[in-house]
């Protein structure tokens, strides 16, 4: 079961974050303030866009961590290419473009993160974390893949 929290709630962590170019492709992707310390490169974790709740892997360059994408699921998140690019469609939707501030709301450290526009109010649906154990064993079986 999800929780209801609005982004100005005292639990919620806000970062001004920015909206980046994804390598040398026009395609934007989101740079994760540095004070996130709570996700590394390759951690995969739920990402708020609009209301809904997506799947993002956590990437890094030479320039720090960032998001290149928001996908349906665990899956896509892992394999980019095969899904649609929810970020892509947010900030389209926003007419955020690389260089554009956004607003990255730490929900629940290193699982659950919102975003938003600056100085837009939200209301976030955070789910529960999932039993450890089963998703251990999950986790398996999608590497052996």
Do not use: Q
């Not at 395609?27 to 490169?41: F, W």
């Not at 928001?70 to 929810?86: F, I, M, Q, S, V």
């Amino acid at each position: 079961m999800s929780e209801r929290v609005p982004s100005d709630h005292d639990s919620v962590m806000s970062y001004r974050a920015t909206i980046a170019r994804s390598g040398g492709t026009r395609r934007p992707c989101l740079r994760l303030p540095d004070e996130v310390t709570a996700v590394e490169d390759g951690d995969i974790i739920r990402l708020s866009l609009g209301g809904e709740l997506f799947h993002a892997r956590v990437t890094a360059d030479s320039s720090g961590r960032l998001l290149r994408g928001a996908y349906d699921n665990k899956r896509l998140a892992r394999t980019p290419g095969e899904g649609t690019n929810r970020l892509v469609e947010w900030c389209e939707a926003t007419s955020r473009d690389p260089g554009s501030a956004v607003e990255f709301d730490e929900l629940d450290a290193g699982f659950c993160y919102g975003l938003r526009e600056p100085g837009k109010r939200t209301v976030y649906s955070v789910p529960s974390r999932p039993n450890e154990s089963l998703a251990n064993i999950a986790e398996k079986f999608t590497r052996d893949e």
